[in-house]
C-alpha cells in the first residue's frame, strides 16, 4: 500500500509566503510524476504544478510567476514554495503520485493516489 500526505497549510495574509511539502511511502516501486493540484468547495480539483522524474515541470497559467515546484526524487517528496499569495489562492491543496508499486510480492501494478489534502487560507 501507498500513502501521500501533504504538510504545511495555512493562514496567510495576501502577498505572504507558504511552502507545502508531500511525501510518498509505502510499496513504492517507482515514482515518474507527482503534482499538486487544488480544489474549492463546489468547484472541480485544479492543476497547479506537476513535477517528472526528469525534472520537467508544468505550471497553472494563475500560479506560474509566483509558484515553484521542486523534488527530492530520492525521497519521493515534492514541494510547492508559493510567493505573492491572493485570496483566490485559498483551497484545499492535493498532492498526487503517479509510477507503479508493489501490489504483492510477485506483482507490480500501476500508482495513482492521493492525499488528504491541507488548506491554504489566504485573508488578512
Known amino acids: 500500500q501507498v500513502h501521500v500526505v501533504e504538510s504545511g497549510g495555512g493562514l496567510v495574509q495576501p502577498g505572504g509566503s507558504l511552502r507545502l511539502s508531500c511525501t510518498a511511502s509505502?510499496?513504492?516501486?517507482?515514482?515518474?510524476?507527482m503534482g499538486w493540484y487544488r480544489q474549492v468547495s463546489g468547484r472541480e480539483r485544479e492543476l497547479v504544478a506537476t513535477i517528472t522524474s526528469e525534472g520537467i515541470t508544468n505550471y497553472a497559467d494563475s500560479v506560474k510567476d509566483r509558484f515553484s515546484i521542486s523534488a527530492h526524487h530520492a525521497g519521493n517528496t515534492i514541494f510547492l514554495q508559493m510567493h505573492s499569495l491572493k485570496p483566490e489562492d485559498t483551497a484545499n491543496y492535493y498532492c498526487?503520485?503517479?509510477?507503479?508499486?508493489?501490489?504483492?510480492?510477485?506483482?507490480?501494478?500501476?500508482?495513482?493516489?492521493w492525499g488528504q489534502g491541507t488548506l491554504v487560507t489566504v485573508s488578512s
Open positions: 509505502g510499496s513504492i516501486f517507482s515514482v515518474n510524476f
Open positions: 498526487n503520485a503517479r509510477g507503479r508499486y508493489y501490489k504483492d510480492i510477485n506483482e507490480i501494478d500501476d500508482l495513482d493516489v
